[in-house]
Structures are given as C-alpha cells and as structure tokens.
C-alpha cells in the first residue's frame, strides 16, 4: 500500500515553455503533499507544501509564481513550473501524507520527474 | 530548527563486511528520524524510523539504527553488505510539532566485489 505516483517520468522542454508535473497517492488519500527539488548528487530541498483544498504554503526562496502548485483533490496535486528556464532542470519529487491535521505523518515519495529545459 | 549532519559523503565497503552510515541531528523538541534509500532514478524508500518508542530501530533489508539521545546520534548500520546495497542513502529529521522533513546531504554507499 501507500503507492505514489508521478507522470511524466521526465520530460525535455524548450525554454520559455511550462510543464506541468502531476501526483498521485493510488490507494490512500492525501491531505498534504509535498514537493521537492534535487540537483544532481545533492539532497532534496523542500519547495512546497500543499493541503487539498487550499492554496500551497512555499518555502523560503521558492518562486510562488514560478512554480505553480494544485492540489485539487485528495489524490491528485500538480506543480506546474511556467516560463521554464534551463536553470530549472532539475530532479522534482512528490511526496504524500495523509495527515489532515498537520500533524507529522509518514510520507510517501513519488518516484520523480527529470525535467530537462534546453 | 532541525537540521541533520551526515558524516560521510560517500562510504565505500566490500561484500560481506559491515556498514555503518553516520548521521547526526539537531532538534529542538523530541524528533523523528528517519533513513531513506534511493537508488538510481528509484524513488525514495524508507528503511527505517524512530519515533520515541525503542531506541533500536530495526528496518528492511536487514539495516537497523539506533537512536542515541546523548550524542545526537542516529547511525545506520547493516552488519552484512550486498551488491544491492550500492545506492544513497539520506538521514532526515522532523520534529514532532513540524512536519516538514528536513534531509540530510546524503551519503553515497558502493559495494565492491
């Protein structure tokens, strides 16, 4: 149980563009998602974080207009990152948790999506 | 704010022999800990948690850790490496009032033959 998925798996963009990233809890429902950025080698970087219903909170430094976050139901969430740049390549991760309270849960990560912008 | 520190970037074993990841935390109430697994273009797997009931955390794959409150310490070890073990490994922290998982740098593990 407590499967997470992402589509696409990656994905190439040109520059300019935006791309949008979905997430999916298959067997449980997500009151609170999460999402991640990881630059090759290093660690994960928390962006966001998004309860069902209500708009996401974003980290320090994260670009609230940039990178556009859904999540309109208990299953689904989206991050869209508009007007991609090749500095925004990078390794994005999901995770979800089905703690409505806020209330430290155990996450669950998504396998990822590489974003190449060229 | 809790942060974690892992020791070592990278951790290299041969087959058989003992591993022993080093991780240690800093926290302002009583933590979770946690160590997650990935291998490449995998996602995140958790190996194991702490969640203030036994400081010796047994996990999968036959990792434990334990979790040692003097020293700030939670150290992963696997007393027998696999080939299969060759992967990332991350140290992570929340705090119990916070749910936000706060990852360490991450610490490279290969196995040699």
């Known amino acids: 149980g407590a499967v997470v998925s992402q589509h696409p798996s990656w994905v190439i963009c040109k520059s300019g563009t935006s791309v949008k990233i979905e997430c999916r809890s298959l067997d449980f429902q997500a009151t609170t998602m999460f999402w991640y950025r990881q630059f090759p080698k290093q660690s994960l970087m928390l962006m966001a974080t998004s309860n069902e219903g209500s708009k996401a909170t974003y980290e320090q430094g994260v670009e609230k207009d940039k990178f556009l976050i859904n999540h309109a139901s208990l299953t689904l969430s989206t991050l869209t990152v508009t007007s991609a740049h090749p500095e925004d390549s990078s390794f994005y991760i999901c995770s979800a948790s089905s703690s409505g309270t806020g209330v430290y849960d155990e996450q669950y990560f998504g396998p990822g999506t590489r974003l190449t912008v060229t | 704010a809790q942060s974690v520190t892992q020791l070592d970037s990278h951790v290299s074993v041969s087959e058989g022999t003992p591993v022993l990841l080093r991780c240690n935390y800093s926290s302002s109430y009583s933590p979770s800990l946690f160590w997650y697994v990935q291998h490449p273009n995998k996602g995140l797997q958790l190996l194991l948690k702490?969640?203030?009931?036994?400081?010796l955390v047994k996990g999968i794959n036959g990792f434990e850790a334990e979790f040692k409150k003097s020293e700030t310490s939670f150290h992963l070890t696997k007393p027998s490496a696999h080939m299969s073990d060759a992967a990332e490994y991350f140290c992570v922290v929340s705090d119990i009032d916070d749910y936000k998982l706060s990852f360490g740098a991450g610490t490279t593990v290969t196995v040699r033959a």
């Open positions: 702490y969640t203030s009931a036994a400081t």
